[in-house]
T-cell receptor
Framework: AQSVTQLGSHVSVSEGALVLLRCNYS??????LFWYVQYPNQGLQLLLK??????LVKGINGFEAEFKKSETSFHLTKPSAHMSDAAEYFC???????????FGTGTRLTIIP | ETGVTQSPTHLIKTRGQQVTLRCSSQ?????VSWYQQALGQGPQFIFQ???????GRGNFPPRFSGLQFPNYSSELNVNALELDDSALYLC??????????????FGPGTRLTVL
């Protein structure tokens, strides 16, 4: 079955430190992969997406992710964490012609002052 | 450009009642998808509507039903509410063309509480 696995339900980093949120996918066809962010009591905001073009994808708010087929990974990084980055992050899978998004279980990011 | 909007923001119902949630899609989008997000979990796909017809359904019972209107807005109806239906209901709009669906953009959600 096509899916994504997020490693670590909770991640804490110090302000100014590197943010690394891990995601691995399972797919028998070329995947489309996304990272969405959800702030408390809000809907989902698209951070970035991969749809078979460049493997290094840059998103909003300084985030980027690299698609690595050999490792079936799509990890999210940001060089320097900011207090405003505290939120829930979801790695999301779909593929061409697929009507639905399949969400990972989410990673709650906490920023330590 | 107006984003995806949903109404109401919050709703409280009792078990056995029926509820209707509404979604207005982003300008230029022809597809609406609905998701259920239980507390502490990721969203789960309910169904998608494309040009007023259901275009895929997740693992939800028939008491979850929907509509899409000519202006591409949509409704989610849930009959015979159960306590487990308490969740955040998210609507997402997108543009489907050439057999593929573009990025889905989400609304702020409707928080449903079933007592």
């Amino acid at each position: 079955a096509q899916s994504v696995t997020q490693l670590g339900s909770h991640v804490s980093v110090s302000e100014g430190a590197l943010v690394l949120l891990r995601c691995n996918y399972s797919s028998s066809v070329p995947p489309y992969l996304f990272w969405y962010v959800q702030y408390p009591n809000q809907g989902l905001q698209l951070l970035l997406k991969y749809t078979s073009a460049a493997t290094l994808v840059k998103g909003i708010n300084g985030f980027e992710a690299e698609f690595k087929k050999s490792e079936t990974s799509f990890h999210l990084t940001k060089p320097s964490a900011h207090m405003s980055d505290a939120a829930e992050y979801f790695c999301v899978y779909t593929n061409f012609g697929n009507e639905k998004l399949t969400f990972g279980t989410g990673t709650r990011l906490t920023i330590i002052p | 450009e107006t984003g995806v909007t949903q109404s109401p923001t919050h709703l409280i119902k009792t078990r056995g009642q029926q509820v209707t949630l509404r979604c207005s899609s982003q300008s230029g989008h022809n597809t609406v998808s609905w998701y259920q997000q239980a507390l502490g979990q990721g969203p789960q796909f309910i169904f998608q509507y494309y040009r007023e017809e259901e275009n895929g359904r997740g693992n939800f019972p028939p008491r979850f039903s929907g509509l899409q209107f000519p202006n591409y807005s949509s409704e989610l109806n849930v009959n015979a509410l159960e306590l487990d239906d308490s969740a955040l209901y998210l609507c997402a709009s997108s543009l489907q063309a050439g057999g593929d669906t573009d990025t889905q953009y989400f609304g702020p959600g409707t928080r449903l509480t079933v007592l």
